[in-house]
């Protein structure tokens, strides 16, 4: 499956990608960047937003909604999201954006996984510590014991290092901002492999038994991005479980020949692991999103295929 959008840019052009099963259709969340001016109407935002779109397969997708700016706190942007399904609800914490430091997790709830209402505490979480700048990007869930866990992104004082924090608010509550700890006085995984450059982001987790797995994306932006597999019991205490990426950047020629980036992980109701993520070939000039299937052999994930060239984008018939 490769997927992507061409309503901001005329070009395909989607990040991010968050997936959720919801009653009887899958949901995909995912970035989308500014318009085109000349593309835009006079309402439209200014920056970023998040695209909803829908299937009934994991491999034909629509659009149906989007989430633009609508408190004081996202007014330059909103992005990044991530999905969770919890008491019957949809749950989404995504990230405002355009504000450096200063951006921060915003939470919101839905009945139907399309039409959201804002939490009014938002943003809820941003890091505190002299070992981060005070930003918190790339949220990312996990239920563990009576805790939900909230993964982040955050960088250095000196705003150059990306790495991974950990927050947590208990299960039963409404989760505003009061409702958050951090848990941690530094991070809980940062780049130190070769490949993974100057950043880890854009953490996705779950679970196999007694195991907790995060998938993570290493470098920056078509650095090349791509993605790597910690390991943890706790959702505190991470270990890498390989050396080089699981999910490395394409050959010369290939369609994520400039990344394979961003992960977002999805276990279906039959137990299938799918693994989303996005990529491109000509330094995000363009950004697909694309599944592969994910297999388990011995405790140990692996990409069962890559996809091939992404075939020409179309519209939503609403577009």
């Not at 995909?28 to 000349?38: E, G, H, N």
């Not at 980036?261 to 330094?283: K, M, Y």
Request: aromatic share 10%; with cysteine; net charge negative.
């Amino acid at each position: 499956m490769k997927w992507s959008d061409v309503s901001r840019l005329g070009r395909p052009l989607a990040k991010d990608p968050s997936v959720i099963r919801y009653e009887d259709r899958y949901l995909m969340y995912f970035s989308l960047p500014p318009f085109d001016r000349r593309m835009a109407k006079a309402d439209a935002p200014k920056g970023w937003s998040i695209g909803i779109a829908e299937s009934t397969d994991l491999n034909q997708w629509a659009k149906v909604a989007e989430l633009w700016p609508a408190q004081s706190c996202d007014q330059n942007g909103l992005c990044a999201p991530g999905a969770i399904v919890l008491g019957g609800k949809v749950h989404l914490f995504y990230q405002t954006y355009g504000n450096g430091a200063k951006d921060a997790i915003c939470h919101a709830i839905s009945d139907d996984g399309v039409h959201f209402t804002r939490d009014p505490s938002n943003p809820i979480f941003r890091p505190s510590g002299d070992w981060n700048a005070g930003r918190a990007i790339d949220a990312e869930v996990f239920p563990v014991g009576d805790k939900l866990m909230l993964y982040f992104a955050t960088r250095d004082p000196g705003m150059k290092i990306q790495m991974v924090g950990v927050a947590a608010a208990d299960l039963a509550s409404d989760l505003s901002r009061e409702r958050w700890i951090q848990l941690t006085d530094g991070p809980i995984l940062k780049p130190e492999l070769p490949w993974e450059g100057h950043c880890i982001e854009a953490p996705t987790v779950l679970r196999r038994g007694e195991t907790l797995y995060m998938f993570y994306a290493g470098d920056y932006n078509n650095g090349p991005q791509q993605i790597g597999v910690a390991t943890s019991r706790d959702g505190i205490a991470w270990k890498r479980m390989f050396d080089r990426p699981l999910v490395p950047n394409g050959p010369e020629g290939q369609w994520n020949a400039s990344e394979s980036g961003h992960p977002g992980i999805f276990v279906d109701q039959d137990g299938a692991t799918h693994l989303f993520f996005q990529g491109n070939s000509d330094q995000g000039k363009t950004w697909w999103l694309a599944r592969v299937a994910i297999e388990w052999v011995d405790g140990r994930p692996v990409v069962a295929a890559l996809p091939d060239r992404p075939p020409k984008p179309t519209r939503s018939p609403s577009q």
